[in-house]
């Protein structure tokens, strides 16, 4: 191993309380876990039925995670919470906001409980305001912030993306916010409370939405050979128009005067895009790519998942990561002193009980063999 | 009770263009000193990325600006950047030269793939990126090219991406002393945010396919209302959402037995779409939403910028800022503070710099005299 590898993780020391669900919230956990933050995952007592997808779904997002049940709807439950937030740094949450705070868990309490505590709590519009208790995953999030209406063919209905996007953008910004938290409680040896909107996290990448401008590249998604297969291409200046040109091998209608400046090729897009299309259309979305990523233009095939994952790229830089058999993403934040650890797959329900309630809390086998017995863990 | 801000006394150069234009001002809003460089003699205009930075002019291309570089390099904490693999190398200011400078210099790189592998050197744009990480597949209508989501998403992410970088590295460096090099690829962030895409296809075997308003997972569609568009989700609490239908008389044949069963509804979807769009066709937006909210149903009006402007609950969390384009002479309402922290406030700056604005303080807080930083603007270095 080189001295590299050796490197203390840099969250090492920090402890997550994990009520998290669905995507945002473990999302946000699993990129901390996999830096090195001992994440704490809350789980139901009685595992739901679960299809293969849910499975993966869970597997995916939960890694580098520990894993407890907990019964929160009894109140040993609640007091074992309690204990288990003494020892934590920070707790992390994306229910609405009326979820923790009937257990008894708003900022307010959990800052009686530990001083210094840090709170994250992700919901869909926030812990104040008229529509504070709205519910919604990320297509309501998307549609709430601005993103699906403007996501759409022109003259066509909103289409929107597809994928519950808004879910990784909120869970990023709240990653940043909490690191910034820590680097905070470092300085001055306070936590705080940090409540995200995922509608307002969202909107604040509308930006050009707000502010007016001018499209002011020539680009387009080109149809080329075979069934549902599509080039982007970029074209940001006169020299890489040139190049351009050249991939296509300089066809005259290459020259026409209409095309010549990058405002000319922009007015007249439909007409280029129709000429630019005669030619992707007779070769694959790779061969198109290649030809013009040799004259040094942007230009990339549209990939679908199983493209992804034999994507050359991708797999030399090991964005594919797998543990014990399971493929999962890599977080795409690569440090050269300190690079993220893949040690761990998903907990299984209740996987680390004895190391979180009898090595951390202290419990002795009895004490934690009655907990079992009233259905509390 | 605020108690200063996280990133105040850092000092952040920031030399990216679109790619990680929004990292340096995450950056910013968190308190940090945040210098844009930019090229001497071109006026970038009013970007929306750099709001509450400040700004010089610098051609690191000269010899004579690269050391000036260098002597801000030693007074900086951070420095971000998305030029082209290798450029800064051949320019002698790659991240191992620049660490030798200032061992506690923590570098961000936001490049279209990354400081590696064999696509290392290719161009890139918001909608390649889009495209190779498998975003531009997803989204748009079955029968229609992919299409590209709103705005410079990738580079968005990129972005937000790289600033958690910094911020880790930044945690590191209170024990190590050392900063690090962070290199952050947009096709990678954009492979990185797909949902639900990777995981059937590692699972399942299955290649999502884009279905245009119709959820993925076939849970929500967004529908015409009367006065808008609208989103509902199509099987939560079934039984409440028939019953209310009916009420209006208008679930037609969804109250018989058989749609009960969950999968028969979703064999046959596309029915329950149809009486579900004749319905909503009937009603406003803000009524169905309102009451559906009311009543648990995760559904949402699709807003327009119009109607998000107008949104009572942003208006009362004070989410909007007012920003200022001093170009134009415009204000623009605008999307503030993405988190809302209690005691280390997130702020996002109401004005963009002029291109050069700081080059008088910045230049003589380097230490250089009135008479030099004239010759250098006479040069062309500044």
Known sequence: ?377 | MNGGSVLSGYRVLDLTDDKGRLCPRYLADMGAEVIRIEEPGKDSGFHWQDLGKRSITLNIELEPGREILKRLVKTADVLVESHPPGYLEALGLGYSLLSKINPRLVVASVTGFGQSGPYRDYKSSDIVASALGGQLYLSGEPDWPPLKPFGDQSYYLASILAAIGVLLALLRRHTSGRGQHVDVSLQECVAAALDHALVRYFYQGEVAKRQGGLHWNNAFNVFPAKDGYVLLSLFYQWHTLVEWLDSEGMAEDLTDEKWRDRDYRLQHIDHVIDVLGRWAKSHDVAGLVVKGQSMRFPWAEVASIPGLLASPQLEERGFWVEVEDSDKGKKYRFPGAPCSLSRSPWKVGNKAPGTGEHNREIYQELGLSEKEVEALIKEGVI
């Not at chain 1, 520990?66 to 229910?95: C, H, M, R, W, Y």
């Not at chain 1, 020299?239 to 290459?254: R, V, Y």
């Open chain 1, 1 to 377: 191993m080189t001295k590299n590898k050796m490197t203390t993780p840099i969250l090492k020391n920090l402890r997550i309380l994990d009520f998290t669900w669905v995507l945002a919230g473990p999302y946000a956990t699993r990129l901390l876990a996999d830096f090195g933050a001992e994440v704490i995952k809350i789980q139901p007592l009685i595992p739901q039925e679960e299809d293969t997808f849910s499975r993966g779904y869970y597997n995916t997002w939960n890694r580098n995670k520990l894993g407890i049940t907990l019964d929160l709807n009894k109140p040993q439950g609640v007091a074992l919470a309690k204990k288990l937030v003494e020892i934590s740094d920070a707790v992390v949450e994306n229910f609405t906001p009326r979820v923790m705070a009937n257990w008894g868990f708003d900022y307010e309490k959990l800052k009686e409980i530990k001083p210094d505590i840090i709170m994250l709590s992700l919901s869909t519009m926030g812990n104040s305001g008229p529509w504070r208790d709205y519910s919604g995953f990320g297509p309501t999030v998307q549609a709430f912030s601005g993103l699906t209406h403007l996501t759409a063919y022109p003259g066509r209905p909103p289409s929107g993306l597809g994928n519950a996007y808004a879910d990784h953008v909120a869970a990023l910004l709240a990653c940043l916010a909490l690191l910034g938290a820590l680097e905070y409680r470092l300085k001055t040896g306070q936590g705080q409370y940090i409540d995200v909107s995922q509608v307002e996290a969202m909107a604040g990448l509308l930006g050009d939405a707000f502010v007016p401008g001018e499209e002011a590249v020539f680009q387009g998604v080109y149809r080329c050979k075979g069934d549902d297969r599509w080039c982007a291409i970029s074209v940001f200046n006169d020299d890489e128009w040139l190049g351009f040109k050249k991939a296509l091998g300089s066809p005259p209608w290459a020259e026409d005067e209409r095309f010549a400046t990058p405002s000319g090729r922009i007015k007249n897009k439909q007409a280029l895009d129709g000429l630019v299309e005669g030619w992707t259309k007779k070769q694959s979305a790779e061969e198109v790519m290649a030809l013009l990523q040799h004259q040094g233009v942007a230009a990339g095939a549209v990939q679908d998942a199983a493209d992804l994952a034999r994507d050359s790229q991708l797999k030399k830089r090991g964005f594919f990561v797998e543990l014990g058999g399971t493929i999962s993403d890599a977080v795409p934040i690569r440090l050269s002193a300190t690079p993220a650890r893949y040690n761990r797959e998903a907990p299984a329900p209740g996987q680390d009980n004895d190391y979180v309630y009898r090595k951390l809390l202290g419990m002795s086998q009895e004490e934690l063999a009655e907990l079992k017995g009233q259905g509390v863990v």
